[in-house]
């Protein structure tokens, strides 16, 4: 009986040893992984997500990485991410400087993905937002430097609108234009054309995460004038005339000359 | 899978040709292999029949199919799942309950051509070391991948699952995930025995639970005739799964082989000289012994 009642225990014992180092041991694996999880789930820079993913967190947890929208990229541009690729593991990515974004009109990428990654609700191309193109370097960009370079701004889908050229004056020879291409961030879909095309050998313009790539003003922040334009009016009481108790021959100009003769 | 009768041979010292000795395990290599020739020939050839890959794919434009333990772990996630991803796991996970979970990992699953090779291997060298893990390390590696899902709001498990990997690296064409499969191979040989598939696996102790209704099962029906060479238990890569069905005619115990880590793999059927085992339903308790039974008392 008490053989029986010691061998039951020692089963026992190895039973729960046995468990305890299970648990302990797939603890310390989920342990490793979150911190894995936390690193990987930031996209590098020079990855971009195909047009209507969804904010980085919710892309990465919405997509079963089944590769669809790479097999109806008319283009090869997306492809699916090798473990030491850019972008987490088996999700799809471009990258703009090597093969931008073509804007299919039909976006054949999203209407494929059997989830919510992409979001279906995308329907017009231009509503994209993959990145938001920032001319990063002003220092080596020829337009900068007064050369009628333009390539970014010619390659641009959206012409006129996404980037346009603001001219400025040259003081270095004192007599030509700069011709600076400015991003819109309400227009740039973040194709990448412009990166893919800059003529450098290291793009001064460069499509980044738009997280990245955009500031916000504080929320409570208003700009007086644009706020004068939404009232069609001063949104401060108008200063009463003031009258000026003068000699005779002088008047008092309060935004102009100050005192002079009549 | 249709449930072949194999023929009672009359005379069990009958020599059986290698084809006969190895019918499931061909069987499930072109199985293996039509079906991921079927998801190759698309980007190989532009004849696309199945698109996408096992996460999720669509067959003809029409049918959707998709991993529910994907589907699951997005869940945890704190994901709304799609009409089409909610369709496709239930196709999927109906199919599963109707062949038996597990299926999944010996009819499907590339890495079990690597584990079932370095099983294998390991008795023609004579590779000796035993398992460093226990049978259930999987089900709480299962339990991790839905807690790690739910902490971290991501599919945490799916960046480094092997499973996804290489079925993504030969499918989708990337290299470094395939190795995975290599790797999985040198450490079953080497390290632990059958260690992934039969031990650590997650997506395999997801399936199982399918088994727990799985419709086609493996009866030891002619277990009388067992002379215990130990044939099946040597090439089962669960062998746990044998016993008690195999003898377990005294405490009259069913002759199926219900346990959820039955693989359905058919090696047993195969490597069994006498033809103790076969494919059939859950539902045919019956062994030799007792149709003869049957078959006297109804005369």
């Avoid at chain 1, 993913?53 to 919710?58: G, I, S």
Wanted: charged share 20%; aromatic share 8%.
């Amino acid at each position: 009986m008490s053989l029986v009642s010691s061998q039951t225990n020692a089963k026992r014992r190895r039973f729960l040893t046995e468990t305890a180092r299970t648990i302990c041991g797939v603890s310390l694996l989920g342990l490793g992984l979150g911190f894995y999880t936390k690193n990987a789930s930031s996209l590098a820079t020079t990855s971009l997500r195909p047009p209507g993913a969804l904010t980085e967190d919710d892309f990465l947890a919405a997509c079963v990485r089944c590769g669809l929208c790479v097999r109806d990229c008319p283009y090869d541009i997306l492809k699916l991410a090798d473990i030491v690729d850019r972008a987490a593991t088996g999700t799809p990515y471009f990258e703009a400087r090597k093969i931008p974004c073509e804007m299919c009109e039909d976006i054949p990428c999203v209407k494929a993905c059997p989830t919510n990654a992409l979001d279906k609700s995308l329907t017009d191309i231009d509503d994209a937002r993959m990145g938001l193109a920032v001319l990063i370097d002003q220092e080596s960009c020829l337009n900068f430097q007064g050369l009628r370079c333009d390539v970014c701004h010619r390659i641009c889908p959206l012409i006129n609108s996404a980037i346009t050229l603001e001219p400025q004056h040259n003081i270095r020879t004192n007599k030509h234009a700069l011709f600076i291409p400015v991003v819109h961030s309400d227009k740039c879909t973040g194709c990448g054309k412009c990166e893919r095309a800059c003529v450098l050998d290291e793009a001064a313009i460069k499509v980044l995460p738009v997280a990245l790539a955009k500031g916000e003003l504080g929320r409570h922040y208003r700009l007086g004038w644009k706020e004068k334009e939404k009232a069609g009016q001063s949104l401060v009481t108008p200063d009463a005339k003031h009258e000026y108790n003068l000699p005779d021959g002088l008047k008092y100009d309060h935004a102009g000359k100050g005192l002079g003769k009549d | 899978m249709n449930t072949p009768t194999p023929d009672i041979q009359q005379n069990d010292s009958l020599e059986r040709s290698w084809l006969q000795r190895h019918k499931w395990l061909l069987l499930r290599r072109l199985t293996q292999l039509l079906v991921f020739s079927l998801f190759l020939i698309g980007p190989l050839a532009g004849i696309w029949i199945i698109k996408g890959n096992l996460s999720s794919s669509l067959t003809l434009d029409i049918l959707p199919l998709s991993d529910p333990f994907i589907a699951v772990q997005s869940l945890f996630a704190g994901q709304y799942l799609s009409t089409v991803i909610i369709t496709g796991a239930i196709i999927v996970s109906l199919f599963y309950l109707l062949v038996g979970g597990r299926v999944y990992c010996s009819w499907l699953c590339p890495i079990n051509i690597a584990t079932d090779s370095a099983s294998w291997l390991r008795k023609k060298l004579n590779i000796k070391s035993s398992s460093l893990f226990p049978r259930n390390t999987r089900y709480w590696l299962l339990t991790v991948t839905f807690v790690m899902a739910l902490i971290t709001g991501t599919l945490s498990w799916e960046l480094i699952n092997p499973v996804s990997l290489v079925q993504r690296g030969i499918i989708n064409g990337l290299l470094i995930s395939g190795l995975i499969l290599l790797v999985i191979f040198l450490f079953d040989l080497l390290i632990s025995r059958d260690a992934w598939c039969g031990h650590i696996c997650p997506v395999g102790a997801f399936y199982s639970l399918f088994g727990r209704m799985g419709v086609i099962r493996i009866s030891a029906y002619q277990r009388n005739k067992c002379d215990n060479c130990m044939d099946c238990f040597l090439v089962c890569p669960e062998e746990q799964v044998i016993h008690p069905a195999l003898h377990g005619e005294k405490h009259n115990a069913s002759p199926l082989i219900l346990n959820l880590n039955c693989t359905n793999c058919g090696r047993c059927i195969d490597v069994c000289d006498k033809q103790v085992f076969k494919f059939t339903s859950r539902f045919n308790h019956s062994t030799i012994s007792n149709e003869y039974q049957n078959q006297e008392s109804s005369q």
